[in-house]
């Protein structure tokens, strides 16, 4: 079993920033990526970013490029999420989560373990 705990969300006006934090534990060996989505009220869950824990490349939303970066820090277990010139359309619950493989990394199957999500709102 793996355990995240996600940290970081808020309030924030548009154009404000939020760094969003995923400590990772348990039976972590067997995690090779970990990922960020996000999912707003009536709306499906959506891919954000992911990133490689060996060696840190990445995948990013088309929606979220530019604005948004991912980042690991393999001492802690722990994964960034630093979000940028935030948008009112980024209103949502965000989850992390970890995948055993990189196929499928921009898809919610693609996943074994979630966290429980920390809430993100941005005003107009």
């Known amino acids: 079993q793996v355990q995240l705990v996600e940290s970081g969300g808020g309030l924030v006006q548009a154009g404000g920033s939020l760094r969003l934090s995923c400590a990772a534990s348990g039976r972590t060996f067997r995690a090779y990526a970990m990922g960020w989505f996000r999912q707003a009220p009536g709306k499906e869950r959506e891919f954000v970013a992911a990133?490689?824990?060996?060696?840190?490349?990445?995948s990013y939303a088309d929606s979220v490029k530019g604005r948004i970066t991912i980042a690991r820090d393999n001492a802690k277990n722990t994964v960034y999420l630093q979000m940028n010139s935030l948008k009112p359309e980024d209103t949502a619950a965000y989850y992390c989560a970890v995948s055993e493989g990189w196929t499928e990394v921009r898809l919610s199957r693609g996943y074994d373990y979630w966290g429980q999500g920390t809430q993100v709102t941005v005003s107009s």
């Open positions: 990133i490689t824990w060996s060696d840190g490349s990445t």
